[in-house]
């Protein structure tokens, strides 16, 4: 394994790894606060490769109940754009949890760090998976509106089934309805998705893997107008997250940096423990194209500036 060495994985003294692909220490190793800003315009967000966080508030509850490390601030700032965030409603309370496990925030807290992230970040914006957790009402509407008049704006809000360019999307949290009620934003079920979330044991991990990959390399030729989303992540009664994570990581970033010199979208790559490296390398995707170009129009001398090249190599060699 590439990253199978202490020294490559960064194994830190208090039991922590921080490798280009997985990462459970409590801050990223770098961040990228504003790279939607260098998005043309007219995109529309289908067309966007994004990093996400599964389980996005998870970091409470032992090993099979953790799938995160950093705050929500640190994830945004490195450059996370897709949320999953799970709500227990109790009597019009929505606390936030991963299963039995209470993640000590609440919906309000959630909404607080996108508007504040949003309101100094203001080219950026935040897809975010709403569902129910731990709790069977199945009527969730009414307390999300609530919340979301109490900790943050109204008109922060893409009100629209319809999947927004860059421009419209740019100071917008983008509600990924998963529960019943009036349209908030897009629905979740409309996006094209790969969530095989069960995976037993370690055994299983190639078959995680596959069905990773299946759905990676169908995103490039899939339909521009739908936002892929895949999710790396998975958990089982004998692999917790962080296990599955620390060999599916290494698989997508090895798979990435392959197809990193291919100009193609991948939609939303969500993860389990991601590192800054694999976030960067995923941002990556819609500026290779922008870098390869400058690139080769810098290293392409014109036809005067080579006649003096030329020029000046001779004359160094008549004066030695």
């Not at 601030?73 to 709500?87: C, E, P, T, W, Y």
């Not at 319809?162 to 079920?189: N, S, W």
Request: aromatic share 10%.
């Amino acid at each position: 394994s590439r990253f199978g060495t202490a020294t490559v994985c960064g194994f830190l003294s208090d039991g922590t790894i921080q490798r280009p692909d997985y990462d459970d220490t409590p801050n990223p190793e770098f961040l990228n606060p504003s790279w939607m800003a260098s998005i043309p315009d007219k995109h529309l967000l289908s067309e966007i490769t994004m990093p996400g966080t599964h389980n996005t508030m998870a970091l409470y509850g032992g090993v099979y109940a953790e799938c995160q490390s950093w705050s929500l601030a640190s994830q945004l700032r490195a450059g996370v754009r897709f949320l999953d965030i799970r709500l227990r409603h109790v009597n019009g309370n929505l606390t936030v949890h991963h299963g039995v496990s209470y993640q000590r925030a609440h919906f309000g807290h959630v909404l607080e760090g996108v508007a504040d992230f949003l309101q100094e970040y203001p080219s950026e914006t935040v897809l975010m998976r709403v569902k129910e957790e731990f709790s069977e009402t199945g009527d969730i509407y009414g307390a999300v509106v609530d919340y979301i008049h109490r900790y943050a704006h109204w008109d922060m809000l893409w009100h629209s089934r319809l999947v927004p360019t860059m421009a419209e999307a740019r100071g917008k949290l983008i509600v990924l309805q998963e529960f019943p009620g009036p349209d908030l934003g897009m629905q979740y079920g409309s996006l094209d998705i790969a969530d095989d979330w069960k995976v037993p044991t370690l055994l299983h991990v190639e078959e995680k893997w596959k069905s990773v990959y299946e759905h990676l390399e169908a995103a490039p030729v899939g339909n521009m107008d739908q936002i892929f989303l895949t999710y790396s992540s998975g958990a089982g009664v004998l692999a917790h997250p962080g296990a599955i994570a620390l060999h599916v990581n290494e698989l997508l970033y090895d798979y990435l940096e392959a197809e990193s010199d291919l100009n193609q979208r991948f939609g939303i790559v969500c993860m389990d423990f991601p590192a800054a490296p694999i976030i960067q390398m995923i941002i990556d995707f819609q500026l290779r194209e922008v870098i390869k170009r400058s690139q080769t129009f810098n290293m392409v001398p014109s036809k005067a500036n080579l006649k003096d090249a030329v020029s000046s190599l001779v004359k160094k060699m008549i004066n030695q």
